[in-house]
C-alpha cells in the first residue's frame, strides 16, 4: 500500500505564493515520476507538474515560470512551490505518483496513486 499525505494548500491573495507538499509511504520500491493536478470547479482535473526520479521536469503552459516542482527522492517526497498566484490558479490539487510497490493483498503493482487532494485558493 502506497500512501499520499499533502500539505501546504490554503487561501492567499493574487500574488502570493504556496509552497505544497507531499509525502509518499509504504511499501514502495521505487518511483518513476511524481507530480501534481489540480482540478477546478466544474473542470476536469488537469496537469500541472511533473518530475521524474533524475530530475526532468513538465510543466502546464498556465502555470511555467511560476511554478516550480522538486522531490527529495530520499523521503520520497515532492513539492510544488507556487509563485505569482492568479485566482485562476484556485482548485483542489492532487498529488499523484507513478510507482512499482507491493500492495496489502501482497501483490505488486505498478500504477498511479493519488493523495486526497488539498485546496488552493487565491482571492483578494
Known amino acids: 500500500q502506497v500512501q499520499l499525505v499533502e500539505s501546504g494548500g490554503g487561501l492567499v491573495q493574487p500574488g502570493g505564493s504556496l509552497r505544497l507538499s507531499c509525502a509518499a509511504s509504504?511499501?514502495?520500491?521505487?518511483?518513476?515520476?511524481m507530480g501534481w493536478y489540480r482540478q477546478a470547479p466544474g473542470k476536469q482535473r488537469e496537469l500541472v507538474a511533473t518530475?521524474?526520479?533524475?530530475?526532468?521536469?513538465n510543466y502546464a503552459d498556465s502555470v511555467k515560470g511560476r511554478f516550480t516542482i522538486s522531490r527529495d527522492n530520499a523521503k520520497n517526497t515532492v513539492y510544488l512551490q507556487t509563485n505569482s498566484l492568479k485566482p485562476e490558479d484556485t482548485g483542489a490539487y492532487y498529488c499523484n505518483v507513478h510507482a512499482l510497490s507491493r500492495r496489502r493483498d501482497g501483490n505488486y503493482y505498478t500504477g498511479d496513486y493519488w493523495g486526497q487532494g488539498t485546496q488552493v485558493t487565491v482571492s483578494s
Open positions: 509504504g511499501s514502495i520500491f521505487s518511483i518513476n515520476a
Open positions: 518530475i521524474t526520479t533524475g530530475g526532468s521536469t
